[in-house]
């Protein structure tokens, strides 16, 4: 049997991050070959994220980040299973990385993000190592990029829920961040009315004429009492036509035409833990 020397595990947990038991065992196993260790450990994080797929990992952070020019944004979430991992600082430090990542090599899509490279290994594969770490089942399972003149995140307390908000101009920063704070409130589906999807929309209808039926009204006037319901989803749902929180009067498109006239939302990304 190979000699293991406490330096050498010290060594290889610090170089993936596993329990001094898990590298110790690597170690053993590889008669002290520290490239087969290494190796080991990755194995075994595998085995782990193969075992666990069917698992439910609703646990986890949820970041956003900007540039700091605010012309581009990221927001990411990154799943584990349980709270006591959720707030562990080396979970929370690591999405944090990815997020650094993304913000300076800008990847379009979440396989582009999985691909990119930190210290030589790829994020899915940091990912899956560290299921081995753990023990739970890990996923990078959203991320999306805002471009644009102005782009402003905002992070709930406590990590579950995060929002990027990309403007046409440069404004009032805390303006920006109070319309983030508004998608992350009352998680609209769209910008305005006119974004919302055509499948959205008829089966809004369709429920509005179907509570009506059931209201006992009268067939011939179904069809309006169903606009009207979809008016009122408009009002509740889309960004621009909600009342600002803030506020409690004005809609979110007056107040930021008071706020600086010739602004406009271009687009948001909303991602939460329990959506």
Do not use: W
């Not at 110790?24 to 193969?50: C, F, H, M, P």
């Not at 920063?173 to 508004?182: F, K, L, T, Y």
């Not at 974004?195 to 004429?209: F, H, N, Q, T, Y």
Request: glycine share 6%; charged share 30%.
């Amino acid at each position: 049997m190979a000699d293991i020397k406490a330096a050498d595990v010290a060594k290889l947990r610090k170089a993936t991050g596993a329990g001094m038991m898990d590298c110790k065992k690597a170690l053993v196993e590889a008669q002290g070959d520290y490239e087969k260790a290494i190796e080991e450990i990755r194995k075994r994080g595998q085995a782990i994220a193969n075992k666990r797929a069917d698992r439910d990992a609703t646990e986890g952070v949820v970041l956003a980040k900007t540039t700091e020019d605010n012309k581009l944004g990221v927001v990411l979430v990154l799943n584990c299973e349980t709270d006591f991992v959720a707030k562990n600082e080396d979970f929370i430090s690591f999405a944090q990385s990815v997020v650094d990542k993304a913000i300076e090599l800008k990847p379009a899509t979440l396989e582009e993000l999985n691909a990119i490279e930190i210290d030589g290994k790829t994020i899915g594969t940091l990912v899956t190592e560290r299921s081995g770490i753990t023990g739970e089942k890990m996923e990078i399972s959203s991320y999306a990029m805002l471009q644009s003149d102005f782009v402003v995140p905002y992070i709930h307390t406590g990590n579950r829920l995060a929002t990027l908000v990309s403007y046409n101009k440069s404004f009032d920063a805390q303006a920006g961040r109070d319309i983030a704070m508004q998608v992350a409130a009352m998680a609209p589906v769209s910008v305005d009315k006119d974004d919302v999807p055509a499948s959205v929309i008829e089966k809004e209808l369709e429920i509005g004429r179907e509570q009506a039926k059931k209201e006992g009204k009268p067939e011939a006037i179904l069809d309006k009492i169903a606009q009207g319901k979809l008016g009122k989803f408009f009002k509740e749902n889309t960004l621009m036509n909600q009342i600002f929180v803030k506020d409690g009067k004005a809609t979110i498109a007056a107040y930021l035409k008071s706020v600086d006239a010739e602004a406009k939302v271009n687009a948001f990304e909303r991602f939460s833990l329990n959506a």
